[in-house]
């Protein structure tokens, strides 16, 4: 079984427990990588043509209208992987536009699709559902969500989701 571990994270200033602050690896990176390493998958990192901005609030306002999002390496397709862990920050209650042309882009019919998110506090927010009505023809296990703050503290978690999922 081929597994694959693609996702969106984004650096620079973000909103800690209420405060900005400057990080340096998302959090959905560094969920991503451990949970990759975990699996044996391959790794796939989605990446906008035009970065997103570092000033957080500038990030929030162009992500709220954003539509379809132009990514480098957009002739990357799942065709080759069975599973595919699909990692996202949420962001105003679903995922990043960035996401949604990946998910747009390909062929879902007979994959199974595992979801990630890290989040401020707002869990999935309304993502899985959106995940759920924009694949065609994949299974969609449970999906694990976990605030960003906590990606490095979650390991017992994460190993127990890993093992209803995989
Ligand atoms: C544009 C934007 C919108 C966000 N919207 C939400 C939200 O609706 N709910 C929530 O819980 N967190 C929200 N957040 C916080 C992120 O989900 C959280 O910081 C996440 O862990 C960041 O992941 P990353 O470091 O991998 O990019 C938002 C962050 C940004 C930048």
Not at 52 to 66: F, L, T
Request: charged share 25%.
């Amino acid at each position: 079984m081929n597994s694959l571990v693609v996702y969106f994270s984004r650096v620079g200033e973000n909103s800690v427990n209420g405060k900005i602050e400057v990080i340096e690896k998302g959090y959905t990176e560094i969920l991503a990588l451990q949970i990759a390493k975990k699996t044996g998958s391959h790794v796939f990192k989605l990446e906008p043509v035009n970065p997103y901005p570092r000033d957080y609030q500038e990030c929030v306002k162009r992500a709220q209208n954003e539509g379809f999002v132009d990514y480098l390496h957009d002739d990357f397709k799942v065709d080759d992987y069975d599973v595919i862990f699909l990692g996202f920050p949420n962001w105003w209650r679903s995922y990043p536009r960035i996401v949604a042309t990946f998910i747009k882009n390909n062929n879902w019919i007979g994959k199974t699709i595992i979801p990630f998110c890290t989040n401020e506090e707002g869990a999935f927010g309304i993502g899985e559902s959106e995940l759920k009505a924009s694949v065609k023809g994949a299974i969609i296990k449970e999906g694990f969500a976990e605030r960003g703050t906590n990606v490095t503290n979650c390991e017992d978690k994460l190993d127990a989701w890993l093992k209803r999922v995989f």
